[in-house]
């Protein structure tokens, strides 16, 4: 089905100087990466993600939480990037400067081509040491190929090969604070910019959430892509309902065209 964009969307991309791309689980939906609504199966199949993306799980049961996020970084591995992230790439193209604010932990937004997208949530392929010092951890880490099907299985995590600890996902938990750098980044870059497109997120989780409402209450315009209602919508001058492999690339074509750049 073709897409059509309401009138001057394309224009408000094509004409903006400082663009915050947000993107969330979503984008990566059509990469085949679960999105963290979507329900978990096999050995997680009674767990909700939530229930496993935290300190308290992983220190309860260091092996099933380790094999999930080896799981999922297979997954991730197995992936190619879409055409959605392939059009957040040529944004920062159209737009020197675009600031790609994600909370996916994946990195297909970096094999799509973006130059450094800012990771709120922490990434799958920077595992660190669980002690307080927090060094990265610097062990031959497991791979995700020993995650050979789709139902994973428990894998007990490394330890570190300095300390002896644990080593633990490098990724964002329910309950902890998010990376200070990255934050810190993000928040300057939405408070700054004139349109921020939100991407494939529901925006339920906080503080990542306030990232669209800093733009919006700093005078930017919000233009969201998701298929779904979200709490994001009122804050959304254009609500763009559909996937994001399908809307993004037609919105960028046409702002490339707007922009006169062929
Ligand atoms: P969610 O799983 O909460 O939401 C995914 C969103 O993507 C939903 O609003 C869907 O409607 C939308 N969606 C699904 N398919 C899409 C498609 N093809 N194109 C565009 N949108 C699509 O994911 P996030 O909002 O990223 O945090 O979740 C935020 C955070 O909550 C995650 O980073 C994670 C999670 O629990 C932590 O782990 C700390």
Known sequence: METVLPPGAAELLGRAR??????????SAESGVPTFRDDLTGLWAR??????????????DPE?????????????????????????????????????????????HERAGSRAP???????????CVTESAHPADFPTTTGE?????????????????????VRPGVVWFGEA?????????????SACDVLLT???????????????????SGATVMQIN???????????VNLRGSAAQILPTLVRAAWEFAGKP
Do not use: K, M
């Open 146 to 166: 020993e995650v050979a099907d789709d139902e994973g299985g428990r894998i007990a995590p490394p330890r570190c090969v300095r300390c002896g600890a644990l």
């Open 64 to 108: 099933l939480v380790w094999g999930w996020y080896e799981w999922r970084r297979a997954r991730v591995r197995r992936a190619q990037p879409n055409a959605g992230h392939l059009a957040v790439a040529a944004i920062e193209d159209l737009i020197p400067g675009t600031v790609v604010i994600t909370q996916n932990v994946d990195d297909l």
């Open 118 to 128: 800012v990771h709120l949530h922490g990434s799958l392929f920077a595992p660190r």
């Open 227 to 237: 298929p779904q209602p979200t709490p994001l919508d009122e804050i959304s001058a």
């Open 199 to 217: 991407i494939g997120t529901s925006g339920l989780v906080y503080p990542a959430a306030e990232i669209p409402h800093i733009a919006a209450h």
């Open 47 to 60: 767990f909700d993600a939530e229930q496993l993306a935290t300190p308290e799980a992983f220190f309860a």
């Open 178 to 190: 998010l990376p200070g750098a990255a934050l810190t980044a993000a928040v300057e870059a939405a």
């Open 18 to 27: 400082r663009v915050v791309v947000f993107t969330g689980a979503g984008i």
